[in-house]
């Protein structure tokens, strides 16, 4: 305060600085981040890609080729073809939709979720709290993993939009605890106060003047959020209990690699895609690490 | 401190009962009746007529599930689709298995991630912190199947140095030896997620204490450096980090399903997907139960932990 006050003293006649709002000060400190930029990119590249899908492989992804099953890698079939005799290039393109789309809309639920149960319960406190806070450990104490295979196998056949569903749907408890740590911090704070004494009713207070001021932590938490989607998607496509085949996602292109002769002859096959995986969720953890340090350096996620 | 105790003892009663609602309320969207499930399939027609008036398969669903309650209490989670063994007997063979490898992956990403971490924010943005980062990130962003897929290639199957998995040669004498040789790549990959996310919180963790008032005497006493960061500062450094163990069971207890499948190792999780696969409810029901109480009681072990070892925190 002291600084910009003397700065603004001493540029007197210069170009006076205009005051910078909180998100174009975070968004300099984000782009200082030179990993997290970079990240950022090859995200934006890995996105250009699943657009671009359907000009960008050379067949179709579910297309076979009888002459060539478990082929090596060729001028017709860059990357070699699957134990079907389907392109495996193509199909590492056309999975990137898969990987984006649960990445995006599984997160979005959760949040959406998250960030009403968490705003809930802070902002009426007593027993509303009470019991949302109690049901948040009660569904965090269910691993994940555990919970999303149960669900799977429950909800009959595992397909792409299960997966979404389920992980939408049980991931919402630490977005709900993060909005609840920050409304409750804000309620008690003046401007919160002197809306409330304009007048303004539950639903502007909260819409209005709390979540957007506890949205950055939120973003970040849904940043580092989709990554780990992606990697429980590939984890549960891997186990054959999610995206099925022919439909391609990087997860169930390495199923055949559970046999030894593929995974020793065959590393076309299963090394493409596991880099792919870890590609994605490495740029979009340093992305989610550039935008904590450029939001809230002191959140701890 | 005992009034915290006592009552974070009691908040962890209706999680636990929380915990066997939800459970109960799951088991009831699966085919077949969760009350059933707990009669002995090998027992006789009498016995069964007995058991099914006993248990009141007719009675509203909330009679059902205190007396599904009582009964799984009682040690009863409950008899396998597949076999008809009791569900109890299945897990509990496959307890020990799943024991040695999450609690060998824990170590060892304590083993790494304290010096690592410690390291890392000793020598802050230097090259060795840039390293350690990214080692980290690559550690918390590798899918564990690739990882363990890529392990058994590069070592087992090229190098030939470890097992490609099982728990002990076939036809071996099985002595200790065999048996670590078996359990040094399947841990190492299961611990590799959680030894870069907590490289990053020792890291972080060391940074804040490091800025302390407390730390800049010792320096300004003339304390060598050395003496600086391990007696002083890691120690409260440390105390975050060491109660995050019981934090990591729902991750270990996750990651171990794959690493098990990957690995052909007869533990809880390699049973998770056997169950599955032959829509053994009762089964996976009764791991899903125990897992979930698990880690209800890993939070709790973690706030009292915490409690403990450092006397500053006060709850009132």
């Known amino acids: ?71 090596a890698p060729s001028a017709v079939h860059p990357l070699g073809t699957d134990s079907v005799g389907r392109d495996v290039l193509s199909r590492l393109v056309y999975a990137s939709r898969v990987s984006l789309s649960v990445g995006l809309l599984a997160v ?20 509303v709290d009470l019991v949302l806070s109690r049901l ?42 993060l909005v609840r740590g920050q409304v409750l911090a804000l309620r008690q704070q003046e401007f919160v106060h002197a809306a409330r004494a304009m007048g303004a009713g539950d639903v502007r207070l909260i819409l209005r003047h709390l979540l957007p ?58 090394v493409p895609p596991g880099f792919m995986i870890l590609l994605s969720v490495l740029v979009i953890n340093f992305v989610g690490d550039g935008l904590r340090d450029a939001l809230d350096p002191s959140l701890k996620l | 401190m005992q009034r915290y105790l006592a009552r974070r003892l009691l908040i962890t009663v209706p999680i636990l009962l929380g915990i066997t609602v939800l459970s109960y309320l799951i088991l009831s969207l699966t085919p077949g009746d969760p009350v059933q499930m707990l009669i002995d399939p090998n027992a006789t027609q009498a016995d069964l007529e007995i058991r099914r008036r006993e248990l009141g398969l007719n009675d509203p669903i909330a009679v059902r599930y205190v007396k599904w309650l009582g009964e799984v209490l009682r040690g009863n989670l409950g008899y396998s689709f597949s076999t008809g063994a ?6 509990g063979e496959r307890v020990l298995p799943t024991l040695t490898l999450t609690v060998t992956a824990l170590v060892l990403s304590y083993a790494v991630a304290v ?67 078996h359990l040094v790549l399947p841990a190492t990959v299961l611990a590799a997620a959680g030894a870069g996310a ?13 800025g302390q008032d407390y730390v800049r005497t010792a320096h300004a006493k003339g304390l060598a450096e050395r003496l600086v960061v391990r007696r002083h500062a890691l120690r409260n450094a440390l105390i975050p980090v060491v109660t995050l163990a019981g934090l990591q069971i729902p991750a270990l207890l996750a990651g171990a399903v794959i690493t098990e499948q990957v690995f052909e190792w007869p533990g809880m999780g390699r049973l998770t997907i056997e169950a599955i696969n ?39």
Do not use: K
Request: aromatic share 10%; no cysteine; glycine share 8%.
């Open chain 1, 1 to 71: 305060m002291t600084s910009a006050i003397s700065a603004a003293v001493t540029t007197r006649g210069a170009r006076l600085d205009r005051p910078q709002s909180y998100w174009t000060l975070a968004a300099r400190r984000f782009l200082r981040h030179r990993v997290a930029v970079a990240g950022l990119a090859v995200l934006a590249a890995i996105a250009a890609m699943a657009v671009l899908a359907g000009v960008l492989a050379p067949h179709n992804p579910t297309a076979i080729d009888a002459t060539a099953f478990r082929a």
């Open chain 1, 108 to 127: 979005t639920m959760y949040v959406v979720i998250g960030t009403a149960v968490g705003a809930a319960a802070a902002y009426h406190g007593g027993t």
């Open chain 1, 136 to 177: 948040m450990d009660i569904v965090l104490s269910f691993p994940p993993l555990i919970i999303i295979l149960f669900a799977v196998s429950v909800f009959g056949r595992p397909s792409l939009w299960n997966v979404i569903l389920v992980l939408g749907l049980l991931g919402w408890p630490p977005v709900a605890r």
């Open chain 1, 213 to 270: 001021n506890a949205m950055a932590p939120v973003l970040v938490a849904a940043t580092f959020g989709t990554a780990n989607a992606i990697l429980i998607e590939a984890a549960l496509s891997f186990l054959g209990l999610g995206v099925q085949p022919p439909t391609p996602s990087w997860g169930n292109m390495l199923t055949d690699a559970q046999s030894l002769t593929v995974l020793e002859q065959m590393p076309w096959l299963w």
């Open chain 2, 86 to 91: 009791p569900v109890a007997r299945r897990i």
């Open chain 2, 115 to 181: 010096p690592v971490g410690m390291v890392a924010a000793t020598r802050r943005y230097t090259w060795v912190d840039y390293v350690a980062t990214f080692v980290a990130f690559l550690g918390i962003s590798l899918p564990t199947f690739f990882l363990g897929l890529a392990g058994i290639y590069i070592f087992a199957l090229r190098l030939r140095w470890l097992p490609v998995g099982g728990t002990q040669t076939l036809g071996g004498d099985g002595g200790l030896l065999d048996a670590l040789h």
């Open chain 2, 198 to 210: 907590l490289t990053r919180y020792v890291r972080s963790s060391m940074l804040e204490v490091l």
């Open chain 2, 278 to 316: 032959q829509r053994d409810y009762p089964v996976l029901m009764g791991i899903t139960l125990i897992t979930a109480v698990f880690v209800a009681l890993g939070n709790l072990l973690a706030d009292i932990t915490y409690s403990v070892v450092d006397p500053r925190i006060r709850y009132d």
